[in-house]
């Protein structure tokens, strides 16, 4: 169903009706990889909170769907739209507003790239430690919206959890104030955590206070290569469990090392193995964890572990954070399906690992495992010929059982990605008819009429339907 978006040319606001910019909008990394999404009717680019508001304000009351977009590298296609109507696009809202080291603290605006905040604080001896491996191709606004993560999450936490207040707007064109400057409060319902990892759903995050943190004095990289994957998983826990003090510890399987050297000739050798970092204060407290790490790997089939300054670590990580585009790129096994990425509790990630395995020589298809293993986090795609509809059909299948398998574990469909278009049906898995039954009431609530991202989420918008307060 296309819409009238007319009104765009009577607001405030730069917006095109032309077929490049439409399709553009179209897709991200998720929707085009699965054929799903639809091409809006009209991209505006607003330039203030006071222009985001006015487009809201205008679409609620003429029932047109306004879906928000920033960079477009989303995985589950949570920023392209699923009934045409307006795309947002936040891209040119894109400043760091004000850092404030005596705080600890940076204001930004959505679409600002998450390098180009890392750089600002930089100048001032600080980071800001959840930030994804896509900093330099992802906004600080989708990161929030998604509940996005990275590689240090397991010694930082989530983008979530450093978020402190945003300004938003609701789908009346309402703008909220959420939160607030200081580092904890007790006043009222904690609107700033509806709001992150809302996709879009509940309001547009206009600005946000983060807290950030000092870069680290020491920082020490490493790799540890094992003879079995059941070795690698069996060491992450060793390590987590006796208490070592690790930013990162990342699993790459031997299927995902040949991915990777395939892509970008990176020499890695074609075992299983376990990226880390380490962070601290001092040299001798860094060297102090890598030496109880070694130790607690040595009993897991440990074949060598290497250790790289900091002057060396862009190289040591090249594989690890270029494994999106290997994947897409390599030859000779089909194309990957929509990639996973399920978490589990800690001590059954070898479990999980251990079952996409089992999977794939069942079916006789390449499932390469990589991710944040010191989280439960793993990524996973299933490879299959996407010109055989039987193949496919055997892929999200295999895909399925991998996601219902952590969720009986006690974890998510999703660890970072969020539901999008492409998650939505083990919503109420997960969550049970009761649990999604009140996502539905906060969300008719704050959009009775389904302005914001419809299609996203819930399972019954899988047909097409939009999640309204009274039915049209």
């Excluded at 705080?103 to 930089?122: I, K, M, S």
């Excluded at 330099?136 to 590689?151: E, F, L, Q």
């Excluded at 089939?301 to 999106?324: H, I, N, P, S, T």
């Excluded at 944040?372 to 059982?401: K, M, T």
Aim: negative net charge.
């Amino acid at each position: 169903m296309s819409y009238d978006c007319s009104f765009l040319e009577a607001l405030p606001v730069d917006c095109s009706f032309g077929d490049a910019d439409r399709e553009s909008h179209a897709a991200d990394w998720g929707a085009q990889a699965r054929g799903t999404g639809v091409t809006p009717d009209a991209v505006a680019w607003p330039e203030s909170t006071a222009e985001v508001s006015a487009v809201l304000a205008a679409a609620d009351e003429r029932g047109v769907p306004v879906t928000p977009y920033a960079a477009g590298t989303s995985l589950e296609g949570n920023a392209v739209p699923a009934h045409r109507g307006v795309s947002l696009d936040l891209t040119r809202m894109d400043a760091v507003l004000e850092v404030r080291p005596e705080d600890f603290q940076a204001d930004v605006q959505p679409g600002v790239l998450g390098d180009r905040l890392d750089e600002a604080l930089a100048e001032h001896g600080l980071f800001f430690p959840p930030m994804p491996a896509s900093a330099d191709i992802s906004t600080v606004g989708g990161m929030i919206v998604n509940d996005a993560s990275g590689m240090k999450t397991v010694k930082y936490g989530e983008v979530g959890d450093w978020v402190l207040g945003l300004e938003a707007v609701l789908a009346d064109g309402t703008v909220i104030e959420t939160g607030g400057r200081a580092r904890k409060s007790s006043a009222g319902y904690n609107l700033t955590d509806l709001l992150v990892g809302s996709e879009g759903t509940l309001a547009v995050v206009t600005r946000a206070t983060v807290e950030v943190e000092r870069l680290p004095a020491a920082v020490r990289g490493g790799r540890a290569v094992f003879e079995s994957l059941e070795g690698a998983t069996g060491a992450i826990y060793g390590a987590l469990a006796g208490g070592v003090d690790v930013a990162t510890i990342e699993l790459v399987d031997a299927a995902a090392a040949r991915i990777a050297n395939a892509y970008g000739d990176t020499g890695l050798p074609d075992r299983p193995m376990v990226f880390l970092e380490f962070h601290g204060s001092r040299e001798a407290a860094v060297d102090a964890e890598i030496d109880a790490c070694r130790e607690a790997f040595a009993a897991h089939g440990l074949e060598r572990f290497e250790v790289a300054g900091e002057d060396d670590m862009a190289e040591l990580w090249q594989a690890r954070r270029e494994m999106a585009p290997a994947l897409q790129a390599y030859e000779g096994a089909g194309s990957p399906l929509h990639p996973g990425d399920v978490t589990v509790p800690v001590g059954r990630y070898g479990e999980i690992i251990d079952h996409a395995k089992r999977l794939a020589d069942e079916h006789d298809v390449l499932i390469p495992c990589f991710g944040h293993a010191g989280d439960g986090n793993v990524h996973y795609a299933v490879f299959v010929d996407d010109d055989d509809d039987q193949q496919v059909a055997l892929g999200e299948e295999i895909y399925g059982r991998i996601v219902r398998t952590a969720i009986e574990f006690g974890g998510t469909a999703t660890g970072e990605h969020g539901v999008g278009l492409g998650k939505r049906e083990y919503l109420e898995t997960e969550h049970g008819e009761s649990g999604v039954e009140t996502m539905r009431r906060v969300k008719r609530a704050l959009d009775p009429n389904d302005t914001l991202n419809p299609g996203k989420v819930f399972p019954e918008t899988a047909d097409g339907e939009r999640v309204r307060a009274v039915d049209d």
